[in-house]
């Protein structure tokens, strides 16, 4: 089977993983023009789409701060509602939406690379070092040190660790399309990620990699990213996106995976 390239792999990407496909846990969703609305537990809305386009035609710049707009008033009526993230990717046509997003209060945060490749490039054997165990964790007595780990880590601002670990826990008692796997050494958590098949598609995404620095360097992240890898081969999938920080792209860069796009989400604030 002939690899595909960028374009292809980027082509799939826009076709089988954005809007629906990114809010399987949500409580509910919005359409509003070609944007989808979610919220989740915890507070938390996310604004996702495959295009900004309309019937009318390609988004001006008028048109995206329309949407924008709109979009900030249907969380306004929602007092419950405190946190929203705008997931952007930097292939769009999107004509002006830097500026309607700051704006509209908006803040960028980090950008990240979208890496997509085939499962097979991930799935190799790879030698731990002594000590070192991999494994999949499903009980929460096992899921909060991972959490508190991975938290930790990224420097997360409690009240956001607290209401993602919700909507974790909530996700793994309810769903069974998450998996958590977890690197230890002497039984405490050094590296962590979830696997989550998205149903319907061609593709899993690894999501979470965290290593605690002293443990990073020697084949941790790897050996739990091809144990991922094959568990996502065992669930039908053929490739595995990621949105990677500088520290897991490399990795997954030298393993063959192809950096497509990049992604910025942009945060509002109640």
Do not use: C, N
């Not at 993983?17 to 989808?36: K, Q, V, Y």
């Not at 709109?70 to 999107?94: C, N, S």
């Amino acid at each position: 089977m002939t690899a595909p390239d960028a374009a292809s792999l980027l082509a799939a990407y826009d076709a089988q993983l954005r809007r629906d496909a990114e809010i399987p846990s949500a409580l509910s969703s919005t359409a509003i023009g070609p944007l989808l609305l979610a919220t989740y537990l915890g507070g938390r809305g996310f604004i996702t789409y495959r295009t900004l386009d309309s019937d009318a035609g390609p988004a001006t710049a008028e048109s995206v701060a329309e949407l924008v707009a709109a979009a900030v008033e249907h969380y306004r009526a929602q007092p419950e509602i405190l946190k929203v993230e705008w997931k952007t990717r930097g292939h769009d046509h999107a004509p002006g939406l830097h500026a309607a997003l700051l704006a509209a209060g908006f803040e960028p945060e980090e950008t990240e690379s979208v890496m997509v490749g085939d499962a097979a490039l991930l799935a190799v054997d790879v030698a731990l070092p002594e000590g070192v165990t991999v494994r999949r964790v499903s009980e929460e007595a096992e899921v909060l040190p991972m959490l508190a780990m991975q938290a930790e880590v990224f420097g997360d601002d409690p009240e956001d660790a607290a209401a993602h670990d919700e909507e974790v826990l909530h996700r793994l008692r309810t769903r069974d399309d998450l998996e958590m796997w977890v690197a230890e050494v002497d039984g405490q958590v050094v590296s962590a990620g979830r696997l989550e098949p998205v149903d319907g598609t061609d593709f899993a995404g690894i999501w979470g990699g965290a290593t605690r620095p002293e443990h990073r360097g020697r084949g941790i992240y790897r050996a739990l990213t091809a144990a991922r890898a094959r568990s996502a081969i065992r669930h039908g999938k053929r490739f595995i996106h990621s949105d990677s920080t500088e520290f897991s792209r490399p990795i997954l860069e030298r393993s063959g995976l192809v950096k497509v796009t990049t992604t910025t989400p942009y945060v509002w604030k109640r």
